[in-house]
């Protein structure tokens, strides 16, 4: 019944979308796949190709200032990096003299304007050769610089001739001047202050590259101007409360309150918080009375790491203002940009760079562009630029992905803003990554109580006796007369003084705003959890007709879509069959179950990781591929015609530490998203650990941001080897929050939850907990190999149904007489059946009880409680486990569980090893089943 209703509008579906396009593998019918539009230049004309040809001398010399330019441009304002002869730039190598007079025809060859000043806008026609020659190193050898010419794209490069060569943008106004000035000196005027106040304090101040504010400050601007809503920034320390307070709308006095030692988060708040140059702000902006939101997302000290977090965040920020599954209504970057910032050594270096560059185009991860500023001091700590990377430049690892590069001389800011406006041009037009490499330098240390001359005496000795970028552009200015006097900049310094004095004064009994923390606009309705407020165990049945055509559902492909044969019999027919019967339901049936009872009731999911379409183990198909064009259809998204949320089926790149962090930033944005990722065995993602250490664990305690993320491991000793068989839950466990005094815990939510389920129902009520609730935590899934087709390991529609949910604790139900048991067993996951039917074969059913723990955080104190109590006979209690002494959940359960025993908890299991697991057969085998001699005859 729901098959046949289904296929006739799925038939129709085919038709009209998949004739759109065809795509191999993925196409625009699939949701969450989106490319931005293509912005093309028109192709050069007969008529300019035939000029080309005609002065092909001349053009070559043209292209080698495009190719070579930078190489002689004037960029490094502490002369480290000579400028250099670039023969490629000598007129001669192409056979043209400079005291030529003759006229060229510039058609399709050059961009001149009139007066080769940037007010014109009217190209020339002709020039002589003098003037193209002085042209050429006014636009590529100046202070400003480019690198376009690697991009494949011609239409792209011949926007970059257009763009940077016919200088169309107006001179900046007196205004714009005196915003630059404001921006730079109050940027100098709030480092020396807190110098001068907070002497021992590591600020990490912009002493030497506050151009960066005035870049920052004209994205700000163009991103209102363009109609962005929202700019998500991504950032280390280097500047950082610059950026905050005098952009960004923090409070000074919150700041200061910080600075001296107090807590930046009200006082019945619990969190743990975090260094200062961790802070952030999300403010909305003002620019001509255009808003732009901007949130400077929450960083750890892990260099780079923040930048898939950032990427991930626009992603969802983007996909929630998004009304269907097609990308004709949708150009990726309308109105989300995300913007990363970087230091030269970090970004040259953090291979968490490359991993997050390699998502930047691909269609389930791109946000329509980041653009990447360099705040590039040419020193990474203590290491010179020379020793820190093997490329002439820290951008260079941005042509991995193909990015033009914009090169500025910091101490111009009035070049800083030219260059920030023709990557914001950019980026607008090609919905793509680039990168502005803002060359400047560190006044001091890598922090202020730092002495840098130990090891860079000659660069800080140039450095100690160079003027500030501020005083620079005032002493422009008051040239210009654009500033009056001395006194008129005095002045302009000594009012931005008096207002940090006053906010010194208010820092004491400043008090902060409660307001600022609480859950609002997505999160609304979220609440924080407190301590003493027990956790809540919601009810997440479903009833079994829902069930059993969601079930249905999820295996119904259009006629269009040619299944493999396999995947018919042996996965779409067996799912049918097994739901009609309601029972046998396997792992991928509840996992699609608790997917499309979540859709249906409000919620949209997406799961992302390597191989997640199929799964690892090719138990999930949450997709098909038709065998006859590769076309993907996800049938969970096409269960009603007016169906409003979806799955994101995003198989991933080949990355851990990269992808979790753009997971982590989706689940940060909305509650009412429930975003999965899975490794592809559990024992890869100590890849990601930096992610899984700085933000997953410890966001909410830092940081007070909440998210729901869930990490499927696979997980199980079987013979597989060291990198095949170990989540290493131990691990998990360790970072756990959970209090070791089991009076104390009160069921209170620690900082994540940690299962491992060993039945289907339990899992698919694991999944819609994590969404039913109003709190987030993150949850890690020890997920199984061998459970996911053993028939075994089933459920019935029963056990999903209204009234069910998520047992912390499973008791043995084959127990008769619980008096009459000697000993309990207390087992985690899925060795648990291999004990039933090693106990069912001795035929020791009545005097050895196997209890489940599938929730080991939060320690299930009342459910333990429970089943201990029921065995008053019981003269042995025993963790036994398959992971080795030193991993699995033994370090953490047994000096819990021991305040609950009445007697002494002893352990059976693997002896401690280094590695997870061994990788000699015969070895795994003879330590299985000694293990199960020793639990049986203990």
């Not at 006082?267 to 918080?273: H, I, P």
């Not at 055509?549 to 799912?575: A, F």
């Not at 799964?615 to 049938?635: D, K, L, N, W, Y």
């Amino acid at each position: 019944m729901f098959r046949q209703a289904t296929r006739n509008r799925l038939t129709q579906y085919t038709n009209t979308r998949f004739s759109l396009r065809k795509r191999s593998y993925h196409d625009d019918g699939v949701y969450g796949y989106r490319v931005p539009k293509e912005f093309k230049m028109p192709d050069y004309t007969s008529e300019e190709l035939s000029n080309r040809m005609k002065y092909g001398s001349l053009l070559r010399m043209i292209q080698a200032y495009r190719t070579h330019g930078h190489e002689g441009a004037h960029l490094d304002p502490l002369n480290i990096m000579k400028r250099k002869e670039v023969l490629a730039l000598k007129p001669e190598r192409y056979g043209l003299d400079k005291s030529q007079s003759d006229l060229y025809n510039l058609a399709g060859i050059l961009h001149v304007n009139d007066a080769v000043q940037e007010q014109s806008v009217t190209s020339k026609n002709e020039a002589d050769f003098e003037t193209i020659l002085n042209h050429l190193q006014a636009v590529y050898c100046g202070k400003i610089a480019y690198e376009f010419m690697h991009l494949p794209s011609a239409s792209e490069r011949r926007w970059w001739y257009h763009a940077v060569e016919s200088w169309d943008k107006p001179q900046m106004t007196t205004e714009q001047k005196k915003r630059i000035h404001h921006l730079l000196s109050k940027s100098e005027v709030f480092d020396h202050f807190l110098a001068k106040k907070f002497p021992n304090v590591k600020r990490y101040g912009l002493e030497g590259a506050e151009s960066m504010m005035v870049a920052l400050d004209r994205l700000f601007e163009l991103s209102a101007q363009q109609g962005i809503q929202d700019v998500v920034i991504g950032m280390p320390h280097r500047g950082r409360l610059n950026l905050l307070c005098d952009l960004l709308e923090y409070p000074h006095a919150a700041l200061f309150h910080k600075m001296k030692g107090h807590p930046e988060v009200p006082a019945d708040t619990f969190a743990s918080g975090d260094v200062i140059s961790h802070l952030t702000n999300n403010p909305t902006l003002d620019y001509n009375g255009k808003p732009v939101h901007v949130s400077l997302l929450p960083n750890p000290s892990h260099l780079e790491a923040i930048n898939p977090v950032a990427m991930g965040k626009a992603r969802a920020k983007q996909t929630g203002l998004l009304s269907s599954q097609s990308d004709t209504d949708c150009n990726l970057g309308d109105r989300v940009m995300c913007v990363q910032i970087h230091g030269d050594a970090a970004f040259s270096s953090q291979g968490i760079v490359m991993e997050s560059l390699a998502m930047s185009n691909l269609p389930h991860y791109s946000s329509g562009g980041s653009i990447h500023i360099v705040v590039n001091n040419q020193l990474g700590y203590t290491t010179p630029a020379q020793n820190a990377r093997s490329s002439a430049y820290c951008s260079d690892i941005g042509k991995m992905i193909n990015a033009p590069v914009v090169h500025v001389n910091g101490d111009f800011p009035e070049d800083v803003a030219r260059a920030l406006d023709v990557v914001f041009e950019y980026r607008n037009k090609f919905r793509k990554d680039i990168i502005l490499d803002l060359m400047c330098y560190r006044r001091w240390g890598h922090n202020e109580l730092d002495e840098p001359a130990f090891t860079q005496p000659l660069m800080y000795n140039n450095i100690r006796h160079r003027t500030s970028v501020p005083k620079l552009y005032e002493k422009k200015l008051l040239e210009e007369k654009v500033l009056t006097s001395d006194q008129e900049a005095t002045s302009i310094r000594e009012r931005h003084v008096e207002a940090l004095e006053s906010q010194l004064a208010k820092a004491e009994g400043y008090v902060p705003d409660a307001d600022q923390f609480h859950l609002d606009k997505n999160w609304k309705g979220m609440q924080h959890i407190k301590t003493g407020k027990e956790q809540q165990r919601p009810d997440t049945g479903v009833d079994s007709h829902t069930l059993v055509e969601i079930g249905e559902l999820s295996v119904t492909p259009p006629e269009g879509i040619q299944v493999h044969p396999r995947l018919q019999k042996y996965h779409i027919d067996q799912r049918i069959k097994k739901l009609k019967a309601s029972q046998a339901i396997d792992w991928a049936t509840a996992e699609a179950l608790a997917f499309g009872s979540l859709i249906q009731e409000g919620y949209d999911v997406r799961i992302s990781g390597q191989d997640v379409g199929r799964g690892t183990f090719s138990q999930r198909h949450a997709m098909f591929v038709c065998q006859q064009t590769e076309r993907a259809f996800v049938p969970l998204n096409h269960m009603k015609k007016d169906q409003k949320n979806f799955l994101e089926v995003a198989n991933s790149p080949l990355s851990e530490y990269g992808v979790l962090g753009f997971e982590y930033g989706m689940s940060m944005e909305s509650p009412r998203r429930l975003v999965l990722w899975e490794a592809q065995f559990g024992d890869f993602f100590n890849g990601a650990q930096i992610t899984i250490d700085t933000f997953l664990s410890s966001g909410e305690e830092k940081w007070l941001k909440q998210s729901g993320l869930v990490m499927l491991l696979p997980h199980g000793q079987d013979g597989a080897g060291p990198e095949h068989s170990s989540s290493r839950v131990e691990r998990f466990l360790q970072m756990s929050n959970d209090t070791f005094d089991v009076e104390k815990a009160d069921n209170v939510p620690p900082n994540w939850h940690i299962v491992n389920c060993t039945t289907p129902a339990q899992y698919f009520h694991v999944l819609r907990r994590q969404m039913l609730r109003d709190y987030r935590k993150p949850l890690i899934v020890v997920s199984p190999k061998s459970l996911l087709k053993s028939p075994v390991a089933v459920s019935r529609l029963d056990d999903m149904a209204p009234g069910t949910s998520f047992q912390p604790v499973l008791t043995d139900s084959s127990i008769q007489d619980p008096s009459k048991v000697e000993k309990v067993v207390f087992v985690s996951g899925k060795f648990y059946y291999d004990l039933v039917k090693e106990r069912d074969q001795r035929q020791l059913n009545d005097k050895m009880a196997l209890i489940r723990v599938e929730e080991m955080s939060p320690f299930p104190k009342k459910e333990l409680e429970r089943e201990i109590s029921q065995f008053s006979g019981a003269q042995q209690f025993i963790w036994c486990q398959e992971e080795h002494q030193n991993a699995g959940a033994y370090a953490f359960m047994a000096p819990r569980l021991a305040q609950l025993l009445p007697s002494p908890l002893k352990y059976v299991g693997r002896e401690p090893l280094s590695s997870p697991a061994v990788g000699i057969s015969s070895l795994f085998k003879k330590q299985s089943s000694h293990l199960l001699e020793q639990l049986m005859k203990h």
